[in-house]
């Protein structure tokens, strides 16, 4: 099965309110990305938290990394409508060799829609 | 120019049509993907080029050929398709290193669909 499996697969609150969205994954990683897709456009790279990583914050954003659970969360605060978009997680597995050559794997996102 | 662009940003073809995707980067970046995004499906990586040398094909059917001339550009050509290819594909760069994958820029995609 995938190695991210976001949850919940689709969030609706209001504006002002937090978001989280949360991944979990199978085999160990280098890294956790996440990532945001508007409609029908390309993703867009919002932080990347690596697997000696705990915490991480950029701007709104908080991410949490849980290796001995093999999870992930991603909180945004105070939310606007400008965040309406598909939130995707990606995990760098950590192969042998110590490098997986560029083959994220992607989650088949959250669907966040904040209402004004 | 900046960031990774790709053109046509919508495509449709008949099943014997034969058309290619192009990808340019203008970020200075050593490797370059494909990703196909399906409705209700994760991001599937297709391809993978570091430094022009493709270095993962993940069990794609050959009726998609890719092509990575130099490592600002990299085309995804097409022949006698099926109309479950009809999808969103995503061409990304990235500064490949020796310890881990970082950041993946993507271009805005070519929607195809597939008659």
């Known amino acids: 099965s995938q190695q991210g499996e976001e949850d919940p697969q689709a969030l609706s609150i209001q504006e002002g309110e937090n978001a989280t969205m949360n991944c979990s994954y199978k085999?160990?990683?280098?890294?956790l990305q996440w990532y945001r897709q508007n409609s029908g456009r390309g993703l867009v790279h919002l932080i990347l938290?690596?697997?000696?990583?705990r915490e991480k914050h950029s701007g709104r954003l908080r991410v949490t990394l849980d290796t001995s659970k093999k999870s992930s969360s991603l909180l945004i605060t105070a939310s606007r409508a400008a965040d309406t978009a598909s939130y995707f997680c990606?995990?760098?597995?950590?192969?042998?060799?110590?490098?997986?050559?560029?083959?994220?794997?992607f989650g088949q996102g959250t669907i966040l829609t904040v209402h004004p | 120019e900046t960031g990774v662009t790709q053109t046509p940003r919508h495509l449709v073809m008949g099943m014997t049509n034969k058309k290619s995707l192009k990808c340019e980067q203008h970020?200075?970046?050593?490797?370059m993907y494909w990703y196909k995004q399906s409705a209700k499906k994760p991001l599937e990586l297709m391809f993978v080029?570091?430094?022009?040398?493709?270095?993962e094909n993940n069990s794609v059917p050959s009726r998609f050929s890719p092509e990575c001339p130099n490592s600002s550009h990299l085309f995804l050509h097409l022949h006698t398709l099926q109309p479950e290819d009809s999808a969103l594909y995503l061409c990304?760069?990235?500064?490949?290193?020796?310890?881990?994958?970082?950041?993946?820029?993507f271009g805005e995609g070519s929607r195809l669909t597939v008659l």
């Open positions: 080029y570091n430094f022009k040398e493709q270095t």
């Open positions: 970020l200075g970046h050593n490797a």
């Open positions: 990304a760069s990235s500064q490949y290193g020796t310890s881990d994958t970082g950041e993946l820029f």
């Open positions: 085999t160990s990683i280098n890294n």
């Open positions: 938290i690596r697997s000696n990583e």
């Open positions: 990606a995990t760098d597995p950590l192969y042998a060799g110590g490098t997986s050559y560029g083959k994220l794997t």
